[in-house]
Antibody
Framework: QVQLVQSGAEVKKPGASVKVSCKASGYTFIDYYMHWVRQAPGQGLEWMGWINPNSGGTKYAQKFQDRVTMTRDTSISTAYMELNRLRSDDTAVYYC?????????????WGRGTLVTVSS | DIQMTQSPSTLSASVGDRVTITCRASQSISSWLAWYQQKPGKAPKLLIYKASSLESGVPSRFSGSGSGTEFTLTISSLQPDDFATYYCQQYDNYSGGTFGQGTKVEIK
């Protein structure tokens, strides 16, 4: 079935890096941009950026520009989000989300989320 | 960057009530607005896209309207399954994506 399966929860120390994966199945991976959204505990949703799985092109939110890298491996239909120089306020659930259609503006398919905890 | 402001932040309502949530954009976004429902511990679920188009499988009691800078999500008759948090969202190619801060619909 059509789904996004994310990697498991991570615990990291401040200053470390984390790489979250998002494996797509049930559709043609390269046909839909993939976005990443995060949600800190008890807070709202925050957009982080996207990757074009076909070309590898990316766009990042200015807030994360110098710390985030989004990549993909088309051979295994998987997108990745790596966040560097982690801080305690990066503790959040990280979601991958597929765009709904060619307009690329809204998200119809979400992963279940990956909890990243940053703590010393 | 485009800012999205939702109101109210919390809404108390009873089963059967008509509920309306408002979302305002800091500049015109045409009709490029979506609404999501999120329940605790779950990923958001797309309800409405392009301001007023109902996503497949979403009950018809949900509807969206608006264009430009002002948008509304209406639930015509609130059901027990609808108690959740609702977010509006826009995306534009220049500034990227933005979500509203959320509206929690609680049982009165």
């Amino acid at each position: 079935q059509v789904q996004l399966v994310q990697s498991g929860a991570e615990v990291k120390k401040p200053g470390a890096s984390v790489k979250v994966s998002c494996k797509a199945s049930g559709y043609t991976f390269i046909d839909y941009y993939m976005h990443w959204v995060r949600q800190a505990p008890g807070q709202g949703l925050e957009w982080m950026g996207w990757i074009n799985p076909n070309s590898g092109g990316t766009k990042y939110a200015q807030k994360f520009q110098d710390r985030v890298t989004m990549t993909r491996d088309t051979s295994i239909s998987t997108a990745y989000m790596e966040l560097n120089r982690l801080r305690s306020d990066d503790t959040a659930v990280y979601y991958c989300a597929r765009v709904r259609d060619y307009t690329g503006r809204h998200f119809d398919l979400w992963g279940r989320g990956t909890l990243v905890t940053v703590s010393s | 960057d485009i800012q999205m402001t939702q109101s109210p932040s919390t809404l108390s309502a009873s089963v059967g009530d008509r509920v309306t949530i408002t979302c305002r954009a800091s500049q015109s976004i045409s009709s490029w607005l979506a609404w999501y429902q999120q329940k605790p511990g779950k990923a958001p679920k797309l309800l409405i896209y392009k301001a007023s188009s109902l996503e497949s499988g979403v009950p018809s009691r949900f509807s969206g309207s608006g264009s430009g800078t002002e948008f509304t999500l209406t639930i015509s008759s609130l059901q027990p399954d609808d108690f959740a948090t609702y977010y509006c969202q826009q995306y534009d190619n220049y500034s990227g994506g933005t979500f509203g801060q959320g509206t929690k619909v609680e049982i009165k």
